[in-house]
Each structure stands twice: as C-alpha cells, then as structure tokens.
C-alpha cells in the first residue's frame, strides 16, 4: 500500500479540503503483513518518511483520505492512526447527489428558504396565565398566530 502524508488546514467538517500533501513520487510504501482495516488502519513507518505535524494522508489502494495522529516509536519508527475522512473520501459522490436541503447555517445569501428560522419579531410581550381550554381559546381568538413558551423549573 502507498501513502501520501501531509497536512490538512481545512475543518474536518468540510467537504473539499485544503491540503498540502505529498506527490505520488514521494509516497511512501508500507507492507501489510496482517489484515488492515480500511477505515482505521495502523502503520508504522521509518521516522524520514513522516513528520510529526502531517494530519492528513492519501492511500491509492483505498482510494481514500485519512486524518492521522504521528507518534515516535523506538527503533527509528512512527506510528501512524489513520481515521478515514468520509466527506473527502467520497466528495465526488456527495456533489453528484441531488438533494433536498432543510437547514442551512450560512452567513452569505442564499435562494434556500428555510422555514425553521425566525424572520421576523415582535417586540410586543404578552403574559397570560391559561387556566383551562376557555383561556387558551380566548387567546388563539386574538392573534393570527399564538406561540406558547413554557418554562418549568
């Protein structure tokens, strides 16, 4: 198997990373001697063929991408965790999907709608004590809408 190591200086929650990472000419080859989980795999290297500040990597074989934690080991070793990283593993599957968005978080413009954020409010602040059906009707009865906010202690 051969691995590309580098950095990630994107969060892990993006889909399209920005990293710098190593070319196919500089991938390092590990030989699996056991069986390898694909989605945690754990190698060792020599220490000339990782840094300890690489977060990130690419494996060919998987054709996946990685998050990995670099630890020294002795004899001249590192040890590497590899977590793979879905979002950038499968991008390309992920932009071909169409899809129905219900929430959107963003600070810029959008033409998504989303019917879960509060677009409008008023700064009139009305206190009732509901006693029974009667009252909450009477209330329903005044307003278009009636939102009810109840704090229990």
Not at 96 to 101: G, K, L, T
């Amino acid at each position: 198997m051969t691995f590309q190591f580098g950095t990630n200086t994107s969060a892990n929650e993006c889909i399209h990373k920005t990293i710098d990472i190593a070319d196919e000419e500089n991938a390092v080859t590990v030989i699996v001697k056991d069986a390898i989980d694909v989605m945690s795999p754990y190698i060792i290297v020599k220490n000339s063929e990782v840094n300890l500040t690489d977060n990130y990597a690419y494996c060919a074989e998987t054709d996946r991408f990685y998050f990995i934690e670099v630890e020294d080991l002795p004899g001249g070793r590192r040890g590497i965790q590899c977590t793979v990283d879905p979002l950038m593993s499968f991008a390309d599957d992920i932009d071909a999907r169409e899809v129905n968005v219900e929430r959107y978080e963003g600070a810029e413009e959008s033409d998504i709608y989303d019917t879960g954020v509060c677009l409008t409010a008023r700064n009139e602040v009305v206190m009732l004590k509901f006693e029974g059906t009667n009252e909450f009707a009477k209330a329903a009865d005044n307003n278009a809408r009636t939102y009810i906010l109840t704090v229990a202690n």
